[in-house]
């Protein structure tokens, strides 16, 4: 039976939902001593047409959602001031061009730590989710095991 309930535990904390989204997967890497941004990566899927609107941390100064374009031989970063997120749809942030990117970190990330995250999600009819989310923060190299 104790395994059967550190299983739903391990569950629920790699994934957050409420109501008609579930974010799953959200990592970051640790940061090097005075730097000042960070990436973080997760995956959101709603069941209905909407867009991510803001996200906000108490890490960082400000929280931006990023998309990458290839513009004249160079990539370019661009700040979007929403994300749409197709009905049923998985939308990965961080393997792709798009990505969210902690600004003005207030201290350096570690391993081993969480990034708490507050998802806001837009529906058609104007209503809105929060989503409160722990983003684990993986060791700055990775292991070559």
Known sequence: MRYVIAIIMLFCAAQAWAGNVVVSNASARATAPGQESAAIQFTITSKTEARLVTIVSPVAGS???HSMTHDDGMMKMHALEFLPLPA???V????SGMHVMLLDLKKPLKAGENVPLTITVEFADKHEEKISVNAEVKSLTRSRH
Do not use: F
Request: proline residues 0%.
């Open 88 to 90: 049923g749809k998985k």
């Open 63 to 65: 929280v931006e959602i």
């Open 92 to 95: 990965s942030l961080g393997s």
